[in-house]
């Protein structure tokens, strides 16, 4: 699962708010009670954002660098709303800091899921100019999931942004070329085509409505399917 960092935010656009993290959490314990098992990747959008500072004049990949370092602090917090609940955690890092978290090690990680932990992926993929979407589609491929859910604060995916726009549709379901193609902003174009290439579906669902992960797991039509 991609958890965006603008979902951590409540009703503040900044930093994260405890409630809706416990919230999260709480809706993971669901969804893992159902016998799945789950791995998280987690943004840092709500903290820093790299583009947004080097167009503001920071060098680049130094931003990029903070926004990765902004992804464990919201690791850091999911891990403790988890295992507040009894939800047993490892957090893996694609950038070495061993006093805080695990290096990410694919073995490992596919270790701890089998034993029923949440690993929960922070640091990006441990390089500037990509993105966390991209992580979780790199990841998703490296542990072998059957499917990546994207938790925003919309519905799905929408022709227009839904926020700004009130005429704009939703779909329920797309394919990769047409996300691509209509340049849907819901996963930047290297996250969508490698999923394309490994036909990994990807649902896209509101991830603020209460109960909507088990019902995304329970097979139930929420938000918007993007598949070969
Ligand atoms: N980032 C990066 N490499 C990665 C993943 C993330 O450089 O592999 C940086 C990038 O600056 C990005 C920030 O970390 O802006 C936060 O991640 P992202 O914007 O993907 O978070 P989200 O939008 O999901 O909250």
Redesign the pocket.
Known sequence: M?I???VLTGEGDYGIDPEVIRQIAQEIKEMKNLGVEVAIVI????I????AASAKGMDRAS??????L??VMNGLALQDALEKINVYTRVQT?IEMREIAEPYIRRRAIRHLEKGRVVIFVG????????????ASLRAMEIGAEVILKGTKVDGIYDADPILNKQAKKYNELTYIEVLKKQLKVMDATAISLCMDYRIPIIVFNLKKRGNIKRVILGERVGTKVRG
């Open positions: 991609k965006s960092g603008e943004g840092g959008g709500n820093f954002r790299g583009i931003a990029d660098y903070m926004g990765m902004a992804t694609a990006g993929t441990g390089n500037p100019y990509f993105t966390t979407d991209t992580t």
